[in-house]
């Protein structure tokens, strides 16, 4: 496996900060977090996790000691290494990008609404972001035992939480000049 994708970089740094852990303590991380790019569903980590094994970077043991019959996962070295090389890729333009944005992406072509339909479509999404920005300051919350460094990666995500708002109420703002 020669290059990594965010998904399995993820899931590898998932399973170094848990280890050993099963599949289902995975999902449930990903479930917790707030990013919609993460899909927690069991029909994309079990067979991830499968194919992270097949390429050597997770070795999966079994274990019955609580009763059930359960596999229980730690980060080979090929493993380690894979996540070492995926986290220093942040150097990378297309990493240091947000490139996928839907919401700026349709803020765009805002000029095919009508006036009342911007502002309903900038209402609606300001509203939708302060949500998701009280979602990411509680997250950060959730995050605070992981030190320093696990609280500072969460307070990323609040900062560009907390910015799409401000542009949102910026955009609002412009609509309301527009108007008068």
């Not at 297309?94 to 209402?123: C, G």
Request: net charge negative; with cysteine.
């Amino acid at each position: 496996m020669a290059t990594i994708t965010e998904l399995e970089g993820v899931v590898l740094g998932i399973v170094r900060s848990l280890q050993p852990c099963t599949a289902y303590a995975v999902r449930r991380q990903l479930q917790a977090s707030p990013s919609s790019h993460w899909s927690g569903s069991a029909g994309s980590i079990y067979p991830l996790l499968g194919r992270l094994e097949e390429a050597g970077l997770v070795e999966a043991l079994s274990d019955a000691s609580d009763g059930r019959r359960r596999r229980l996962m730690t980060l080979t070295r090929k493993g380690t290494a894979a996540l070492r090389g995926w986290i220093l890729e942040a150097g990378q333009p297309e990493v240091a990008a947000n490139v996928s944005d839907a919401l700026r992406t349709r803020a765009f072509f805002l000029d095919a609404l009508t006036a009342e339909e911007r502002r309903r479509f900038v209402e609606s999404a300001l509203e939708a972001a302060e949500a998701f920005h009280a979602m990411t300051v509680e997250y950060g919350r959730s995050r605070a035992e992981d030190g320093a460094i696990g609280r500072l990666a969460a307070l990323g995500g609040e900062y560009a939480a907390e910015a799409r708002v401000r542009w949102l109420q910026e955009l609002l703002a412009s609509l309301d000049d527009e108007d008068a």
